[in-house]
């Protein structure tokens, strides 16, 4: 507020707070100490500097100095200090406020000394900043750390060629979208970099061989927005993965595009495309339903049904009012009939005759068979065998890849020889859920991924997310073994995980008291994927014991780029809070 209003008085302020009891104002007055730069400041900096105090204080401190005008014999030593954090400082001030031209490539020595460091925080420190430096002086340090092993040290890059905008870093920063410890930093960097970045993501997907990767690509492109990125994607509304085609279909939401005179016939007909593929859906619903053993298969496709009808809703928003239209789609899902009643009457004032036609059969509250009759003279869909469907699944590339994935566990457990070929053939897919399964099927080898996704499916915490989502968690997991007796963590560790019990039973306790056994599919440890503090209470397996860790460092990028996971884990934090509340109440009753 000083800033704005009365910025005479604000050196004063600041060189005041520079020795404030709190880190965190400390940090903060030091760090405009270095953007205003207020005559007398040099004094109570230096002094700071004298005194012992948490690394990012330093570092702070260093850089408000040199910002002041501190040359190079008083910067020189921190370029040598034990703390990387302090060096880094140091060198970026140096470059940043040191006019002499030795001294500057000095500096960058130093921050090139500590990319090549062995130590991952030592890496961290020299990219930090690099966004400060301009992408001349940035490209060498970036480029050397883009490919880090340590996802913690390219996201701090990726972070910094966000900052530098440098269209000459995207052939380093595209390949990152293939790794989840980072995809979620390379969009935000994608995202910054704008329509530089657009060409360069179209050959990507191209290029790309997995629709995870295509989706995250298509993601990039609906926050990047504009012109170029919408016709992109509406030349794309065809494309077969339906998984990737609803990402299509989102990113050109967030494009705020609606069809104008020359697209609506281009989104009629991706509608009645999108129509034809529920009904096959819905076919292939109906006829699993009754076929023996085909229960998890059954309800995925169920599930593939319920993400169809999300499709062709998209597509009407885009020829209608979409707010209606959307708003009618997710009242639809309400668990209060009068919101779904609601809802339907919103749709017959919206929509016109020929499109609520195909819509709304889709979303009535009626038997598979009775919803597929009232399109049968548009789509006529005829039953056909759990065989047939099996090798459509493997056999159709415009299915989703979890249906697919399920087919291959199917044919593994009814032991049927006919579609060896089929499944060979997936053995070489480009998916590498596909390609897993089905060598696992050829090996006899456990179907690892598959075998945790349908795991995580029936803990709380994930049951509502997509299994695209859940394929990515399966792959951070840790597996654990835990033998009887042995203490998973103690009261007072610091929390850097959640568990997921797969086998087995275990003890919550405090000192001597037992506050609770938790079984299968149950989870513990989950507050500190938020909040990294110190455990409530201890854990030890009552019998051995198989579990699923997840690192909060994984989880967080998971997070950062699936809002079902987000929706998951406030879910059971919200339930946790109602039952304490709930004892708590019974307690004072009592």
Known sequence: LLEKSAPERLGS????????????VRLAALRRIERHRPVGARGAVEQRLATP?????????????????????????????????ARAAAAVGLFKHEASAAERGRALQALAALAESPGAEERIAAVSSAGELGAEAARPLLRAVLTDERPAVRRAALAAAGALRDPELLSLVLPCLDHLSVASAAGRTLVAMGEAALPPLEQAFDAATSARVRSRIVRVLGRIRGARASAWLLAHLGFPDPDVRREILEALRACGYHADEGGVPRIEAALRDEVRASVEILGMQRDLASAPNHEI??????????????????????????????????????????????????????????????????TLELPVEERLARLADAFPESPRSAAAHLATLLEGEHFAVWPRALAIKLVRETGTGEFAPLVARLASSPEPLLRETARAHLEKTPMQTLERV?????????????????????????????????????????????????????????????????????????????????????????????????????????????????????????????????????????
């Open 53 to 85: 105090d948490v690394p990012a204080v330093r570092a702070a401190a260093i850089r408000a100095l040199a910002a002041l005008g501190a040359g190079g014999d008083l910067l020189a030593p921190w370029l040598g200090d034990v703390d990387p954090g």
């Open 13 to 24: 302020v600041l060189t005041g707070l520079v020795a404030h009891p709190s880190a965190d």
């Open 297 to 362: 298969l059954a309800a995925a496709v169920a599930r593939q049904a319920e993400r169809a009808q999300d499709r062709v809703f998209l597509l009407l928003s885009f020829l209608y009012d979409a707010k209606a239209v959307l708003s009618a789609r997710d009242n639809l899902r309400h668990s209060a009939k009068e919101r779904r009643a609601y809802a339907r009457e919103m749709l017959e004032v919206t929509l016109p005759h020929e499109a609520l036609a195909l819509a709304l059969p889709l």
């Open 454 to 590: 349908l795991t995580l499916k029936s803990v709380e915490m994930f049951e509502q997310a997509s299994e695209q989502v859940l394929v990515e968690v399966a792959e951070v997991l840790e597996e654990v073994e835990v033998k009887r007796g042995e203490v998973i963590f103690r009261r007072g560790d610091l929390g850097d995980g959640m568990y997921v019990i797969v086998d087995g039973r275990v003890r919550v306790f405090d000192g001597d008291v037992t506050l609770g056994v938790l079984g299968e599919r149950d989870i513990f440890g989950e507050l500190a994927l938020l909040d990294p503090e110190p455990r409530s209470a201890s854990i030890a397996a009552l019998e051995d014991t198989r579990l699923f860790r997840l690192d909060r460092e994984a989880f967080a990028e998971l997070m950062a780029g699936n809002i079902e996971i987000v929706r998951g884990v406030l879910h059971v934090l919200c339930e946790r809070l109602r039952q304490e509340i709930a004892e708590d109440t019974a307690g004072q009753r009592r």
